[in-house]
């Protein structure tokens, strides 16, 4: 059974940083697309990053390129969301997502099959 887990949310205040990290088990890590999503109440879930399966194609958010950083490390089976300069807008549940065997990148939460639980992050002005 495929659990993914994600870690190191927290409270920040704007301007500052801080690492997502989403581990994998019972997944072929390194054959899957990986995504980041994110999901306030009340609101639908929204993408914000996706890379493919050997790290060399991402894509992000408009309202998050130039401040988040996808990456993966396949050998940990490891995804990784680096966010900098946060902003209160930011604040929200993050979610790590595996795609479907054989996607491409995607961003649309309907194309991906697995879901971790979700890591909060607050960011105060």
């Known amino acids: 059974q495929v659990r993914l887990v994600e870690s190191g949310g927290g409270l920040v205040q704007a301007g500052e940083s801080l690492r997502l990290s989403c581990t994998s088990h019972?997944?072929?890590?390194?054959?899957?697309?990986m995504a980041w999503f994110r999901q306030t109440r009340g609101k639908e879930r929204e993408f914000v990053a996706a890379?493919?399966?050997?790290?060399?194609?991402?894509d992000s958010a408009d309202s998050v390129k130039d401040r988040f950083i996808i990456s993966r490390d396949n050998n940990k089976e490891t995804l990784y969301l680096q966010m900098n300069n946060l902003k209160p807008e930011d604040t929200a549940k993050y979610f790590c997502?595996?795609?479907?065997?054989?996607?491409?990148?995607?961003?649309?939460?309907?194309?991906?099959?697995?879901w971790g639980r979700g890591a909060q992050v607050t960011v105060s002005s």
């Open positions: 997502a595996a795609r479907n065997y054989g996607g491409g990148l995607s961003r649309r939460p309907s194309d991906f099959r697995s």
């Open positions: 019972g997944l072929t890590f390194g054959t899957v697309v």
């Open positions: 890379i493919n399966w050997i790290g060399s194609q991402t």
